[in-house]
C-alpha cells in the first residue's frame, strides 16, 4: 500500500491581512521569517512519510503558478486546481476520487498547507502510526492536538473510552468552536482535543464514507471520473465542480462516521490563525514584543508583533498590544484585542 500525502492549498488566509491577501495567500508566505513559506514546511515535514512523486496539492486556479514555483518538486499533474472554492468536502473528494483512480490501493493523509509544526520528528511518528492504523482498515483516523489553554478559536475532539496500544481512541463526538466557559470544561475534562484538520484514511474508506454520508458530492464525482487524467478533466471540472455542495467534510463526513478515531498529538502545532496566535510562537523579547523583519527597531513598547519586508526600516515607540504589519505598500497597525475585525478593515467595513 503507498502513502500518498494531499496538500490543501485554497484558502485566502484574510485574517493575515496585509501580510495575507487574496492575491497571495499565507500558505504561500514565509510568515516565521525562516526563509520558506508555510507550505514548504508542510511538504518538508512529510519527507520519509512518501516520494515526492506522491503528493498531491489542491488549490484555487489562481494559485496553481505560484504552487508549481515554491514546490517545483511535486508533478505538476499533481497540482489539482479547483475552478471556485466549495469548501473541504469537494476539496479532499476530487483528489481522493483521482489518487484512487490511479493507486486503488492508496492511504492517505490529508492535511492543511497553513499550519505549523515545531516537533516534526514526534510528527512523523504520529503519522506513521495513524497510517499503519488505517492501512488494513475502514477506519478514519484525525489527529487531536493536546490543548494547552481553553481556546475559543478551534474546533475540538471528544474522545471515547481507553486508548490502544498505540494511543489511539475512540472518538465520540466532533465539537464547534466553543464559549470561554465551555473551552475551560473541555480543558478540565481532559478528554478533548483540538482538531487540526489532519485526516488519514485509505482509498476505499474515503470514497464508501463520501458515498454514504454525501451522496451528492459523491454522484459530482462519478460523473467527472471517466475525464480523470485525459484532455477532458480540466472542462469537465470546470463545468460539475461548481455544483458539489459546498460543505466542509467535518459536516459532511466526520460528524457522521461510525469507525472514526483520535490520536492524541503533542508536537507544537498552530493553526496560525492569527497576529496574536504568530506572537507566541515568534520569539519574544523581555518585554513580549516579536517580529519579523531584520530592520524593526521596538523602544518602549509592550506585547506587540511586528511583521516588516527585509528591506523596511521599522521604528516604533510607546506601544502595547499592537500588531504593525506591512507589505507591498499597504500598512496595518491595530490593538490584538481587534484582531477579528481586522478581515472587515481591510474590507473597508
Known amino acids: 500500500m503507498q502513502n500518498h500525502i494531499v496538500i490543501m492549498a485554497g484558502g485566502i488566509g484574510s485574517r493575515f491581512w496585509p501580510m495575507s491577501t487574496p492575491e497571495y495567500p499565507k500558505q504561500f508566505i514565509d510568515v516565521m521569517g525562516v526563509g520558506k513559506s508555510l507550505i514548504q514546511l508542510t511538504v ?27 514546490l517545483p518538486q511535486i508533478p505538476a499533474q499533481h497540482i489539482l486546481a479547483e475552478p471556485e472554492a466549495r ?9 481522493c476520487w483521482k489518487i484512487r483512480k490511479e493507486f486503488p490501493q492508496a492511504n492517505i493523509v490529508v492535511t492543511p498547507s497553513d499550519a505549523l509544526v ?23 483516523v484525525t489527529l487531536g492536538m493536546m490543548p494547552t ?29 466553543p464559549d470561554v466557559e ?39 464525482m462519478d460523473e467527472l471520473e471517466p475525464a480523470l487524467f485525459t484532455d477532458r478533466e480540466a472542462e469537465e471540472l470546470k463545468r460539475l465542480f461548481p ?14 462516521a461510525e469507525d472514526i478515531f483520535v490520536l492524541p498529538a503533542e508536537f507544537g502545532w498552530s493553526d496560525l490563525g492569527s497576529w496574536g496566535s504568530l506572537r507566541t510562537l515568534l520569539p519574544q523579547d523581555e518585554a513580549g514584543n516579536a517580529k519579523v523583519g531584520s530592520r524593526v ?5 509592550r506585547n506587540c508583533v511586528v511583521h516588516a519586508a527585509e528591506h523596511r526600516q521599522v521604528v516604533l515607540e510607546g506601544l502595547e498590544g499592537y500588531i504593525v504589519a506591512e507589505k507591498d505598500g499597504r500598512l496595518l497597525v491595530c490593538r490584538l484585542s481587534e484582531e477579528q475585525r481586522i478581515k472587515d478593515f481591510a474590507a473597508g467595513k
Open 87 to 95: 469548501n473541504t468536502a469537494p476539496c479532499i473528494a476530487y483528489a
Open 243 to 256: 455544483t458539489c455542495e459546498k460543505i466542509s467534510i467535518d459536516y459532511a463526513v466526520m460528524e457522521k
Open 149 to 177: 489553554r481553553p481556546e475559543t478559536g478551534y474546533g475540538y475532539i471528544a474522545a471515547q473510552g481507553e486508548a490502544d496500544a498505540k494511543g489511539i481512541c475512540k472518538v465520540e463526538a466532533f465539537k464547534e468552536k
Open 44 to 70: 518538508e515535514r512529510f519527507k520519509g512519510i512518501c516520494p515526492k512523486e506522491n503528493f498531491w496539492v489542491v488549490t484555487s486556479e489562481k494559485y496553481v503558478d505560484i504552487v508549481k514555483e515554491q
Open 297 to 301: 527597531d521596538m523602544y518602549n513598547c
Open 118 to 140: 515545531i516537533d516534526t520528528a514526534e510528527f512523523a511518528r504520529c503519522i506513521a502510526v495513524a497510517l499503519e492504523k488505517t492501512a488494513d482498515s475502514q477506519a478514519i
Open 182 to 220: 465551555t473551552a475551560k470544561g473541555y480543558l478540565a475534562a481532559g478528554n478533548y482535543f483540538w482538531n487540526a484538520g489532519i485526516f488519514v484514511w485509505n482509498a476505499d474508506t474515503i470514497t464508501n464514507a463520501i458515498r454514504r454520508y454525501a451522496p451528492q458530492i459523491a454522484g459530482v
